[in-house]
């Protein structure tokens, strides 16, 4: 698991280092400006990550559309966006999959909640 608040470069060699020897790979975008798609070595970088969670913010900043669903519809399996009370969303490769929020008592602090999905 990797998230992009490194110096860029090496989070890339982290991603091909994982790709080069089958390891899996979990990215948290924050810093998603890094990523961004205008970038057309981002596109090839997002094809060699396993598994991206993002939050809608992230998402729109790295594929430039507010459109969760088309994203997580073209990167099935890869892209998992989180909708904060709405729960999250993926694509299975047939399918959306929405998955609730968690209900708690009281939200005290979100700073790593994307984070702690991944665990």
Known sequence: ???LKVPKEVTVKLIEFC????????LTP???????????????L??????ITANK????????TDDVLSCVKKYPNKLIVTLGK????????K????????DVDE???????GDTLCR
């Open 107 to 113: 939200v005290i602090d979100t700073t790593g909640a």
């Open 86 to 93: 709405e729960g999250l969303v993926y694509h299975n490769g």
């Open 19 to 26: 790709y080069k020897h089958s390891k899996k790979l979990i």
């Open 46 to 51: 997002i094809d060699k990550i396993s598994i």
């Open 57 to 64: 913010k992230e998402c729109k900043t790295i594929f430039n």
């Open 1 to 3: 698991m990797c998230q």
């Open 30 to 44: 924050c810093r998603p400006e890094k990523l961004n798609i205008k970038d057309k070595e981002n596109l090839k």
């Open 95 to 102: 399918r959306f999959v929405k998955m609730p929020e968690i």
